[in-house]
């Protein structure tokens, strides 16, 4: 899966997303039990107000519980950083684990995994090079089942674009073996990925 990927509206997607990719479970699967991805840090990109992320997450079928291991570029820092991020749009919620920044090259691992015990997610994100991790445990809401496993490129402030020139030079994040369960079975190959062009904008897209 390729992506030239993005951070979220009162429901996703937000305005926010340019180019994305959107799963749809194998019939007769209740949820995603655990999501997996991996990813090289982008290039430094020149010095800006841009704020934008390539990340990957899910939501339940209401759109309204994003989880998402995510991956912020901060141009007036020219930094790259990695954490989690949990966006609930009703009522108004919204949790992050410990910002670590991240530097060009580097490898991150993001996973969502399911508890049955206690109906929650645990998600980290670590750097493969050094074994930082960044994670946090988020209870599901309202016994809620997630069923809509994304990929995205998002702008991370709402309805702004910025220059095509702000973003890094390769043009390109890919995201590699991708990881999906289904009610705790190995459902990677039988998700089927439809491309989103949700906003056009530097010509974006996903593969």
Known sequence: ???????????????????????TLPDGAERITYLSAMW???????????VYSPWFGMDPADNLN???????????????????????WSPPHN???QRINVAPGQTLHGQIMYNADNDSYNMTQ?????????????PVQDE???VI????????????TFPCEDYPSE??????????????KDCTDTVKWQPVLYHQHCDMTAH
């Open 40 to 50: 090289k840090v982008g290039s430094i990109a020149k010095k800006s107000f841009a």
């Open 126 to 138: 670590t750097i493969m090079e050094t074994g930082e991790t960044s994670q946090q445990i988020v």
């Open 171 to 184: 043009e390109i994040v890919k995201f590699y073996n991708i990881t999906v369960y289904c009610d705790e």
């Open 149 to 160: 496993p994304y990929f995205v490129y998002e702008n991370g402030l709402l309805n702004i």
């Open 95 to 97: 949790s992050n684990s």
């Open 1 to 23: 899966l390729f992506l030239c990927v993005a951070v979220v509206y009162a429901q996703d997607p937000a305005p926010g997303w340019m180019a994305y990719a959107q799963g």
């Open 66 to 88: 994003l989880m998402q291991p995510v991956n912020p570029w901060i141009g007036e820092k020219q930094q790259w950083q990695m954490y989690t991020e949990y966006v609930q």
């Open 144 to 146: 809620k089942k997630y």
